[in-house]
Every structure is written in C-alpha cells, then in structure tokens.
C-alpha cells in the first residue's frame, strides 16, 4: 500500500525557515518524481514544487521560487521542502504527492504550517 | 500561473448527473492532455478520480468520466451517491514541469 506521512509542520514567525519532510513507503520510491502542494484551509490547492527522480529536474511556483527548496534521500525513501523567509501567506496544509502522468497520484495527509507573529 | 476557473458550486439529486466544468488557457488545458480531477471530502486529502483527460484510476467507479474541449475541461458525475458529496477540483500541466489547479467545486446531493 501506497503511503506518505508528511512532518515537521509548526507555529513559525514570519521570517523564521522551517523544514518539512515526507516519509515513502509501499512503492519504489526512486522510480517516481514528487511534490509538494499546499492548501489554505478552507480553500483552493496550490502546486508548490517538484522534483524528479534523480534530483535533476527541480521546479517551483512563482510564489515560493528563492525561497524554498525541494530536494529528496531515495536512500531514506524521504522527500523535503525546506521553507526560509517564511511569510504569512504560507500559511497552509503542506501534503507532499506522487507524480504520474502528470497527475498527482497518491497524497499524504498533509503538515500545518502557520506562520504568524 | 493563474488558476483555472471552476463554478464555485454545483448540485443535483440521488441517480441524477451533475457536470463541473474547469475553464484555462491555451498554456495551460488547452495546450496538453494532462488534466486531472481530484475529489476532497471534508478533513481528507484529495483523492485522483480522472487523469490525462478521461482516464480513470484502478478502483475509480464509472460513474466519473472526464472530457475535455479547446481550453475547457470538464467532469460528469453521473448515478449521483450521497458519499459523492465533496470538493472537486481540477489540475492541468502548463509546460515547464509547471502545473495549476482550480478554484474548487462544491457538489451537494440534494
């Protein structure tokens, strides 16, 4: 069985990084690329990053671009997202997902991250 | 990369069809045949129901079927079940390893 279980989500000042990470398991992990999407709760979803299987093709939203940087362990089966300059408006569920055919084919259940004073 | 654009709403009876349309860009659905819808129910991650347009994952019902149209896609829940009561949204590829979601759509059944 397919699983991701996302952590590292916290209360954070704006400003401050923070580090999620997402823990793979049920499928062969290196043979995917990966995301991270967030969601504000109570609304819409916003891809965030990508990253292929061997690290080598990376892209980011407008939104995040400068500021985080994804990056994967396939020996660890670990996918992160390390968050710096963190503003208000990042404030959201992260959930990390498996790419395929463009699609995002399996989620985790997401990190809370809160960025507030 | 703007969202693309869902009614915020849609509704219908047990045994009826409801279709969500999800409009974008040339850049974007109208570009590629990579649209995918997801369905959300409350507290819950999103879940793959189409990809590439009309394709249905292993274990998605028939009920969902997905089309797509120039720069306009669209999803059609038909046999409406009351655990079909959710959230749905669609995504496209928009080049350059790039991808959009939509703006979300409610379905009540009624």
């Known amino acids: 069985e397919v699983q991701l279980v996302e952590s590292g989500g916290d209360l954070v000042q704006p400003g401050r990084s923070l580090r999620l990470s997402c823990a793979a398991s049920?499928?062969?992990?290196?043979?995917?690329?990966m995301h991270w999407v967030r969601q504000v709760p109570g609304k819409g979803l916003e891809w965030v990053s990508r990253?292929?299987?061997?690290?080598?093709?990376?892209e980011y939203a407008d939104s995040v671009r400068g500021r985080f940087t994804i990056s994967r362990d396939n020996a660890k089966n670990t996918l992160y997202l390390q968050m710096n300059s963190l503003r208000v408006e990042d404030t959201a569920l992260y959930y990390c997902?498996?790419?395929?055919?463009?699609?995002?084919?399996?989620w985790g259940q997401g990190t809370l991250v809160t960025v507030s004073s | 990369q703007s969202a693309l654009t869902q009614p915020p709403s849609a509704s219908g009876s047990p045994g009826q069809s409801v279709t969500i349309s999800c409009t974008g860009t040339?850049?974007?659905?109208?570009?590629?045949?990579?649209v995918s819808w997801y369905q959300q129910h409350p507290g819950k991650a999103p879940k793959l129901i189409i990809y590439?347009?009309?394709k249905r994952p292993s274990g998605v019902p028939d009920r969902f079927s997905g089309s797509k149209s120039g720069n306009t896609a669209s999803l059609t829940v038909s046999g409406l079940q009351a655990e079909d009561e959710a959230d749905f949204y669609c995504s496209s590829y928009a080049g350059s390893n790039n991808f959009v979601f939509g703006t979300g759509t409610k379905v009540t059944v009624l």
């Open positions: 049920g499928f062969t992990f290196d043979d995917y690329l």
């Open positions: 997902a498996r790419g395929s055919s463009r699609s995002f084919d399996y």
């Open positions: 990253i292929s299987w061997s690290s080598d093709r990376i």
């Open positions: 590439e347009v009309s």
């Open positions: 040339s850049s974007d659905i109208g570009g590629y045949n990579y």
